[in-house]
């Protein structure tokens, strides 16, 4: 296929620079403990220095993928699947998320929400990071904000983005995996003294799976 027609598959959301997929438990926030099909797609600019999957970031290192391909993988699976990345949206995802939906599946998606909407979502997890914010529409979809907490400073930067969501949306305080040991009873003492979060865990990484 020449590059002009992958470029406008891609385009359309019709190709994707997939990184990987697999079936597992999620690890995170509200839906912790439930199995669901994970679609990582590359590319991501929000640069996150504690981020895990930073071989995620250059979407030119992930070859684009057929949506459709992706989709029946999926649908051998499981009836939920996690969009997340990289960064997704930095890619149209109203074709995979109506095609994931036409086959009876529920959309879910983990985004730091700092490019324009796009999706049909059956839940949405937006995790704002300081160096790109989320866009007015992501804050406004979200049902859920998962805040990750790196130092005493991400309190108050968590309470600042959890008055922009609205009123329904859970909110979550995770530790930075390389500082839970000091973060966690912080983040405990925290939560008590400020019952409307929740504490999110990557209870994935306490099992040792993907």
Known sequence: MLKKEVQELIDKGEMLPLMEEFYTIQGEGSHTGTAAYFIRIGGCDVGCHWCDVKESWDAN???????????????????TVVITGGEPLMWSLDYITKELRDKGM????????????????????????????????????????????????????????????????????????????????????????????????????????P
């Open 61 to 79: 290192l992930h070859p684009p993928t057929k949506t459709d391909l992706i989709v029946e993988n999926a649908k051998k699976y499981a009836k």
């Open 106 to 209: 529920k959309t879910h998606i983990e985004t730091s929400g700092a490019y324009d909407f796009s999706g049909v979502w059956d839940w949405f997890c937006l995790s704002p990071k300081k160096t790109k914010l989320p866009t007015k529409e992501c804050y406004k979809q979200a049902d859920e904000l998962k805040m990750i907490i790196h130092n005493k400073n991400d309190f108050q930067f968590a309470e600042e983005q959890a008055e922009k969501v609205g009123k329904k949306c859970q909110l979550f305080l995770q530790p930075e995996w390389s500082k839970k040991e000091k973060m966690t009873p912080m983040i405990i003492d925290y939560v008590m003294k400020n019952p409307k979060w929740r504490i999110s865990l990557q209870t994935h990484k306490y099992l040792n799976i």
